[in-house]
């Protein structure tokens, strides 16, 4: 199973890099981890099969990690798709994701898809089966809106991807990626602690309970980016892969 970051950047484009989205695949399943703004040139510069992708999980509707939900599901109508698509995510998605297609695309969320779509709400600590693929989502802290907040614990083809999304530091993160081949956090500052994002000294903390085989640190800012040669931790870029 491999992990590419379509896009590992924060909102405000900080070092030039793209809104967040991650795209999982491997023989059996064929995912993505939320859906920023810029996901689907980003997904098309990649020349990702989008047709392949069954399943989109949303962490919460901040447009760095949602907006680009209404371009991707207006390309897959008029490119013809005719696979099913998933997209699940917090309580309350299935109207966000109807808001924002009306507010980008008047009407465009009444136009019936070629395609089946699914819109699923997750419930926090609640596993859910998509195929070979099954999510656990943990409750997050993320401010007041946008939310709620879910972080996401990921399980499929024999390995683990967990994915911390954007929190400050809770407790909820150490069953959320202990014992993960693989954990995405976010490291939005270097050291100074900011509400609702997590820093990297903070996480460092916490590294030996959490106990994940392998870390890499994503959702950066210019305070993080301009000390990348100072971090002995892997460094998300966008465009990279991974080999979980």
């Given at each position: ?6 896009g590992c950047g924060d909102a405000f484009g900080s070092g030039g890099r793209l809104n ?10 064929n995912f993505l981890i939320d859906c920023g703004a810029s996901a689907l040139p980003a ?135 202990h014992g993960a081949d693989l954990f995405i956090a976010e490291a939005y500052m270097y ?54």
């Open positions: 199973m491999q992990l590419r970051f379509v967040t989205c991650f795209h999982v695949w491997g023989s059996e399943a997904l098309k510069r990649l020349e990702i099969d989008l047709d392949a992708i069954d399943l989109i999980l949303i962490t919460h509707f901040h447009g760095d990690h949602f907006a680009g939900l209404p371009f991707l599901l207006l390309d897959a109508q008029f490119s013809r798709r005719t696979r099913p698509l998933t997209i699940a995510g917090p309580q309350g998605i299935e109207t966000r994701l109807r808001e924002v297609m009306e507010a980008l695309f008047e009407h465009s969320s009444k136009t019936k898809p070629r395609f089946d779509l699914s819109v699923i709400e997750l419930t926090p600590k609640q596993s859910r089966n998509f195929g070979a693929v099954t999510v656990t989502p943990y409750p997050v802290v993320h401010g007041e809106s946008g939310g709620p907040f879910l972080a996401y614990r990921v399980e499929a083809e024999g390995r683990t991807l967990a994915y911390s999304a954007d929190t400050e530091w809770t407790e909820t993160l150490i069953p959320l990626a050291e100074k602690v900011v509400k609702n994002h997590l820093s990297l000294k903070t996480l460092e903390q916490h590294l030996p309970a959490i106990g994940a085989k392998r870390l890499v640190l994503t959702h950066m800012s210019d305070d993080v980016l301009s000390r990348l040669r100072a971090i002995q931790h892997l460094t998300a870029e966008d465009g990279m892969v991974l080999v979980v």
